[in-house]
């Protein structure tokens, strides 16, 4: 069984290839709702126990990884199940106490509560980061 995205190009909706790639032609084929780029991304790996979000500094000379939120699944004394949240910002990882310090706690127990952490990672501003990788959020939040 081989990779499909080079099998069948009616696969993604366009009648006909033509023998050179543009970029109008490749974006019809990848998104051809014309949807507008969405500022989170996310990957959902079931067998992991993983849910990962993430924005991509796309425009940069070399595109790197900006802001991202991984939950995982962990057990309170073995019996509560839990979603720990991990916030990197430029790779670097935060302390459990940026978690902590929004909600008392090591982990979310609501949608409300990813939404937050979520709006609270958008809105921190990055560009001090310079030689220290954490953040302060009593001065960024």
């Not at 990779?3 to 990848?30: H, K, M, Q, V």
């Not at 302390?95 to 949608?111: A, D, K, M, Q, Y």
Request: charged residues 25%; negative net charge.
């Amino acid at each position: 069984m081989g990779d499909t995205y080079g099998e069948n190009p009616r696969s993604f909706g366009i009648a006909s290839f033509s023998s050179w790639l543009d970029f109008n032609l490749l974006c019809r084929a990848l998104d051809p709702t014309e949807s507008e780029a969405t500022l989170w991304h996310k990957i959902i790996d079931r067998k992991s126990h993983l849910v990962l979000f993430y924005q991509i500094d796309h425009q940069s000379i070399k595109p790197k990884l900006s802001r991202c939120v991984r939950l995982t699944k962990d057990q309170i004394h073995g019996v509560r199940e839990v979603l720990k949240p991990t916030v990197y910002l430029h790779d670097y990882e935060q302390p459990s106490s940026f978690v902590e310090s929004i909600f008392g706690r090591n982990h979310v127990s609501s949608l409300d509560e990813l939404t937050e952490i979520l709006k609270v990672v958008v809105c921190l501003d990055l560009s001090h980061l310079g030689g220290t990788n954490n953040v302060d959020l009593s001065v960024s939040a």
